[in-house]
């Protein structure tokens, strides 16, 4: 089973503009962490945000925020105020608590698209 | 600061012949990660080191593929006999925590491009 989901293969904004990238994730672990990665045209993975499964309160760096919706399963981000840099593709990722397994690696989805038009 | 560093950029193989991968971590980290990236997908888990041992080699798809960190720091992975389904961006991650900080955010390389003809 697809551990995450993100439905937006492309997505379009303006540039200025705010945009949502949605991602769900499945887990029946209590304990984990929620990433987001950028991914520019040259190739490196860049850390943007991080989300505890117990942190009461969203989490937000700079420009970005991630809606976190517990129940929902749903970890959507938010980019305020787009930039033309901001194009590139995005991915949402999972870790769950190594409880039993050892090792729990970081689980990526399958990426969004995002291209901002000036 | 230095980040993770890969090399070589790019690789060009043909089908049957080995190849080897480097990564550099950043100096400290204790535990370091292989990706794999095929073309439009998101990158999927090959193996972990914590230190010099490797604790986890669920997600290397043959035998034809080996990982090794033989002194904690730099890693190689080496895939014999390469096909072409091995082509693919393959993505080294390190983090300065072990296993159990699964709140650690790992830092990615550039990666190597590998393709196979």
């Known amino acids: 089973a697809q551990k995450i989901t993100q439905t937006q293969p492309g997505m379009f904004v303006q540039e200025k503009e705010a945009v949502t990238l949605d991602c769900t994730y499945d887990t029946s672990d209590p304990s984990y962490g929620l990433f987001w990665y950028k991914q520019p045209s040259s190739g490196e993975m860049i850390f943007l945000i991080y989300?505890?499964?117990?942190?009461?309160q969203n989490a937000t760096e700079g420009r970005y925020s991630l809606n976190f919706q517990k129940a929902r399963k749903s970890a959507n981000l938010v980019i305020s105020a787009s930039q033309l840099g901001d194009s590139a593709m995005y991915f949402c990722?999972?870790?769950?608590?190594?409880?039993?397994?050892?090792?729990?690696?970081?689980?990526f989805g399958k990426g969004t698209r995002l291209s901002v038009i000036a | 600061g230095a980040g993770v560093s890969q090399s070589p950029r790019y690789k060009v193989a043909k089908r049957g012949q080995d190849v080897a991968l480097r990564c550099d971590p950043i100096s400290g980290h204790v535990s370091l990660f292989w990706y794999q990236q095929a073309l439009g997908q998101g990158p999927e888990f090959l193996t972990y080191?914590?230190?010099?041992?490797?604790?986890?080699k669920s997600g290397l798809p043959s035998d034809r593929f080996f990982a090794e960190r033989p002194e904690g720091s730099v890693s190689t992975l080496k895939i014999q006999r390469t096909q072409q389904e091995d082509s693919a961006v393959y993505l080294c991650?390190?983090?300065?925590?072990?296993?159990?900080?699964?709140?650690?955010?790992?830092?990615f390389g550039n990666g190597t491009r590998l393709t196979v003809t």
């Open positions: 990722a999972m870790r769950e608590a190594p409880w039993r397994a050892g090792n729990t690696p970081l689980v």
């Open positions: 991650a390190s983090s300065p925590t072990g296993m159990s900080s699964y709140n650690s955010p790992l830092h």
């Open positions: 989300q505890g499964s117990y942190d009461q």
């Open positions: 080191f914590q230190n010099e041992a490797q604790l986890d």
